[in-house]
């Protein structure tokens, strides 16, 4: 069993930049995928990034953050991140860190075994 803990999340204003951080409780974290999901209210969750295993060499942004948002690793403190910058109203979202122990990046929720509880991000116009 993989714990996840989100952290960084809050309110900010359009343009300004946050930095959320998942760490996890996994000895063999460098093994599993990670990833980032979002969602809105009313909305469906969706991803925002991921990150390949090892390495982090493989990464995957969707389109609406791309050049905006970095996805990254630390092996070392079993600790993933999110830089989020150039923020806008429509990133306002409850952020989710998710991790996969299958090899591969999927932008799909049902491909991820392990989910955190949450973080929100607000972004005031």
């Known amino acids: 069993q993989v714990q996840l803990v989100e952290s960084g999340g809050g309110l900010v204003q359009t343009g300004g930049s946050l930095r959320l951080s998942c760490a996890a409780s996994?000895?063999?974290?460098?093994?599993?995928?990670m990833g980032w999901f979002r969602q809105a209210p009313g909305k469906e969750r969706e991803i925002v990034a991921a990150?390949?295993?090892?390495?982090?060499?493989?990464?995957y942004y969707a389109d609406s953050v791309k050049g905006r948002f970095t996805i990254s690793r630390d092996n070392t403190k079993n600790t993933m991140y999110l830089q989020m910058n150039s923020l806008k109203p429509e990133d306002t979202a409850v952020y989710y860190c998710?991790?996969?122990?299958?090899?591969?990046?999927?932008?799909?929720?049902?491909?991820?075994?392990?989910w955190g509880q949450g973080t929100q991000v607000t972004v005031s116009s």
């Open positions: 998710t991790a996969r122990s299958s090899a591969g990046i999927t932008t799909t929720a049902n491909g991820y075994d392990y």
């Open positions: 996994a000895r063999t974290f460098f093994t599993y995928t």
């Open positions: 990150i390949g295993r090892w390495s982090g060499t493989s990464t």
